[in-house]
């Protein structure tokens, strides 16, 4: 079974810089997608960015694009999302998730294509 782990949030300043790690075991697959997602207070759950095993090729949208890297130890099996120049728009739950099924070109943004979930972590962009 497929678990993830995520760790790393907390209250962080405007414009600082936090990373979240994303442990992840049981996979009987060497080839995967881990995605970065997030949920802010009263708003719908959206993507941040992703990972595929395979190639470590990634994948972010728009506002996290220049600001949050998406890296992978393969040694360790940890997924890290490195945010800088957070803002409050930034405050959210963050959460990995993995899917073993990768058949596309790239690595999924798509929230329902994840079968695996971590518990998610808080983060707080605040002065």
């Known amino acids: 079974q497929v678990q993830l782990v995520e760790s790393g949030g907390g209250l962080v300043q405007p414009r600082g810089s936090l990373s979240l790690s994303c442990a992840a075991s049981g996979f009987t697959q060497e080839n995967y997608d881990i995605g970065w997602f997030r949920q802010a207070p009263g708003k719908e759950r959206e993507a941040v960015s992703c990972i595929r095993s395979s190639d470590d090729t990634t994948n972010t949208v728009d506002f996290a694009e220049g600001r949050f890297t998406t890296a992978r130890d393969s040694a360790k099996n940890i997924v890290y999302l490195h945010m800088n120049s957070l803002q409050p728009e930034d405050t959210a739950v963050y959460y990995c998730?993995?899917?073993?099924?990768?058949?596309?070109?790239?690595?999924?943004?798509?929230?329902?294509?994840?079968?695996?979930w971590g518990q998610g972590t808080q983060v707080t962009v605040s002065s």
């Open positions: 998730a993995a899917t073993t099924e990768v058949p596309a070109a790239h690595c999924s943004k798509y929230g329902p294509d994840y079968g695996f």
